[in-house]
């Protein structure tokens, strides 16, 4: 199939998105599979993303990022998520680990840390889930107190992605009372004293994506390192979800482009009572859907970052796209198996690869029930 | 240490080639076209001297308008400037006519070092490294598997079939380099957008002091007389297994020669 049709703003993001598409052809693509089955997490090729200036895409260049609004930035993470989901998902959690400091450092810490977050060298992680506060984030109980110079943090943070890899930690973290007030956001060192990071989870899919218990017993984080003031860590880390939202919506996406590319090729391939199965309404028409929603939940991330461009509001488009892309990309993703037959159920083609990575996309950063919870609010609270 | 890097745009190594039928030079209309492979290591190791050395890196490339676009990818890895010599009036040029036009262009470049791939990957000629050196009367070092360039001097591990040798120059001196020498980077996001603002010079062949009447198809002292297309895959041979499989197939290595 030829490559997705896009409507870009400018000349500098067909150029990104041309640079995306070989980085995906060379890099990606071939390592994708191999490297899932095994789950080897890619940590090089990060860097040869950050190289090519991919890590910091959706900042501003003066911050040592590409400077690109999130129109470009989302289409560019749907590329590397047709390319391999696992990886995809690791530069959109990247992106988001970065949003606390970019938004709410102060300057001195954004001089500090920001140009090597965004250039690609250090690879970032969010905290924010815990084994018994997951939807409800704000029940959140990993405890942070203040003692003289640091503050010493005792908990575990779950479902940690990059969890043992990352360089860097957000971890929101209670330092005052009960509910959203009590949360601050800190910003922890891979080497902090007392962050252990656990064995990664065994998971159904994207297993090159390591995601681990972060156990903080006793963790000495120096208190300079807090973003932003205390008890401000739950606004920060959701309206670091928001953005990261549309980044899952534009994997997701990218992971059911890719399934429908496989479906086309092998139903145009495969020959059933003398012709090729593509040419039988039944299946035809299979595709043409798969292709229709994929259009449709394409159009429907860019309207959210189109708005979050224009700097409007924009969380109940980022959870409808999130949540329509993600529920798209399970269905194109179980119809591609369909449409292969017996050889989507097998490990020879990436079918079932990208239906095992589909079923999480309506798990995390938010699931598809709060992002229900989310527009509905929106409706009817407004 | 100022090094001019030469690059050729050819036609895709995984496409479909063919001559035209007409005058039988390579069609390069059709079908896909990318920088030279080994052209890419040519670019990266002369950025990599730069880096360590400092000075320019400078792209040169003969070839039709279009071969910009395979100048704008070197000077997005991070070449500072690019030559480009192009003119109808070179079309067909062979190998020799081709080093006269280059030797011209770089007789006006200031370069301590030129280099060039080992081999492009459509006219497999794997001369122009040679042809200049004779042309320009700067020494040759062929097959650079690793470059040393130091003061005014510049040391090669030449590859052989059993090993290596050790090759040494006085700058200016011409390279040519091969896969192992390096793995290319890719462009930058911030790379591509820099090599729209870098200096290219386009020159014609009047521009480069190239006498018209030396180079095309028709002045070329080498002319391609008659070329067939390669004969379609051939259905392979089944051999079935009745308990002498293993000789069947030994017999078939033997009478191919394999064995």
Partial sequence: MRP????????????????????????????????????????????????????????????GGGGQPYEVYLQVLEELGRGWA???????????????????????????????LLGGELLGAYCLSEAASGSDAAALTTRAVRDGDDYVVDGAKAWVTHGGH?????????????????????FADKHTPGLLPQPPEKKMGMRS??????????????????????????RI????????????????????????????????ERKQFGKAIASFQGVEFMLADMATQIEAARALYLTAARLKDAGRPYGPQASMAKLFATDTAMKVTTDAIQVLGGAGFVEDFAAERYFREAKVMQIFEGTNQVQRLVVGRSLTRG | MNIVVLVKQVPDTWAERKLNEGDKTLDRASVD????????????????????????????TMGPERAVETIRKALSMGADKAVHLSDEALKGSDAVQTSYALGKVLETLEYDLVIVGSEATDSRM???????????????????????????????????????????????????????????????????????????????????????????????PSQVVEFSNKPPRQAGQIVKDEGDGGTKIAEYLASQKFV
């Fill in chain 1, 4 to 63: 997705v049709v896009r409507s870009l703003p400018t000349p500098e993001a067909e150029a990104l998105l041309e640079l995306t598409r070989d980085l995906v052809e060379h890099e990606v693509l071939p390592r994708a599979g191999e490297m899932e089955s095994r789950s080897e997490f890619p940590r090089e090729l990060f860097r040869t993303l950050g190289k090519a200036g991919l890590l910091g895409l959706a900042y501003p260049e003066q911050d």
């Fill in chain 1, 86 to 116: 696992g990886l995809a998902v690791g530069v959109s959690v990247h992106t988001l680990s970065c949003f606390p400091l970019a938004q709410w450092g102060s300057d001195e810490q954004r001089e500090r840390w920001l140009p090597d």
């Fill in chain 1, 166 to 186: 990352a360089d860097f930690y957000n971890l929101m973290v209670r330092t005052g009372g009960p509910g959203p007030a009590g949360i601050s956001c800190l």
């Fill in chain 1, 209 to 234: 994506s390591p995601t681990a218990t972060i156990l903080l017993e006793g963790a000495r984080v120096p208190a300079d390192r807090l973003i932003a003031a205390e008890g401000e860590g739950f």
């Fill in chain 1, 237 to 268: 880390a959701m309206s670091a979800l928001d953005g990261g939202r549309l980044g899952i919506a534009a994997v997701a996406v990218g992971v059911a482009q890719a399934a429908l590319e496989l479906s086309v090729s092998y139903a145009k």
């Fill in chain 2, 33 to 60: 076209v990318v920088m030279n492979e080994i052209d890419e290591y040519a670019v990266e190791e002369a950025l990599r001297i730069k880096e360590a050395q400092g000075g320019e890196v400078t792209i040169l």
């Fill in chain 2, 126 to 220: 794997a001369t122009m490294g040679a042809l200049l050196s004779e042309r320009l009367g700067q020494p040759q070092l062929t097959g650079a598997r690793k470059v040393t360039a130091e003061g005014g001097t510049v040391t090669i591990e030449r590859q052989t079939d059993d090993g290596y040798a050790v090759v040494e120059a006085s700058t200016p001196a011409i390279i040519s380099v091969m896969e192992k020498i390096n793995e290319p980077r890719y462009p930058s996001f911030k790379g591509i957008m820099a090599a729209k603002s870098k200096p290219l010079t386009t020159l014609s062949v009047g521009d480069a002091g190239v006498d018209e009447g030396q180079v095309g198809l028709a002045a070329a």
